[in-house]
């Protein structure tokens, strides 16, 4: 199974990062590791509304580090996607590479039965890292972009992990062995 994991946090050794670890590690078998990707550390843009993936590639045109994540992930059977809310919301690092994943939908797609370019049978766990302690704080947000994993048919669901700053391994190792259950059930 190929394991992808974006974090979307700009700080090293995050708690999200821990999280999307563990749960990538109950997923792989002996001597296998995820691919992991820190969007922090690349240089890219934003989706710049082209459409060039519409109308002349399959694939996003921009020629930056974000080419290859998005040619990884497209490949991928299980994406885990990490995020801490700032400011009522998901970082800019992992909102960009959402808005370039436009380039998976078809031309089509708004009135295509098949409109995704991704292969099924894809999973992807979104894990939140937040300060507010109320899972429902952000819940429509959360499942917007759940819906939008799911229009490229890929099973989505999330882990909420309440934590404010300081370590996850001390401070709430429940949520570590949370978020391993979160992606034995996808």
């Known amino acids: 199974m190929k394991?992808?994991?974006?974090l979307g946090s700009p700080r090293l050794d995050s708690n999200s990062e821990k999280l999307a670890k563990a749960a990538a590690a109950t997923l792989l078998g002996p001597g296998e590791a995820?691919?992991?990707?820190?969007?922090n550390d690349l240089r890219y843009r934003g989706c710049q509304a082209c459409m060039s993936c519409k109308?002349?590639?399959e694939v996003c045109v921009l020629k930056d580090d974000l080419a290859r994540v998005l040619s990884v992930a497209a490949f991928s059977d299980?994406?885990?996607l990490t995020t801490p809310i700032y400011i009522g919301e998901i970082t800019a690092q992992l909102k960009a590479f959402i808005d370039r994943s436009y380039s998976w939908f078809k031309p089509d797609f708004v009135s295509s039965a098949d409109p995704t370019r991704l292969a099924p049978g894809k999973?992807?766990?979104f894990?939140?890292?937040q300060g507010n302690p109320d899972l429902g704080a952000y819940k429509s947000n959360i499942d917007a972009?759940?819906?939008y994993f799911g229009s490229h048919g890929i099973k989505a669901a999330a882990f909420q992990a309440p934590i404010r700053e300081g370590n996850i391994e001390t401070l709430r190792p429940d949520l570590l062995a949370d978020v391993v259950a979160a992606a034995k059930a996808l």
Request: no cysteine; glycine share 4%; charged share 15%.
């Open 123 to 125: 999973k992807l766990l």
């Open 127 to 129: 894990v939140v890292t």
């Open 34 to 39: 995820p691919e992991i990707f820190r969007l």
């Open 55 to 57: 109308t002349k590639t």
């Open 3 to 6: 394991v992808t994991i974006i």
């Open 145 to 147: 972009y759940l819906g």
């Open 78 to 80: 299980f994406l885990i």
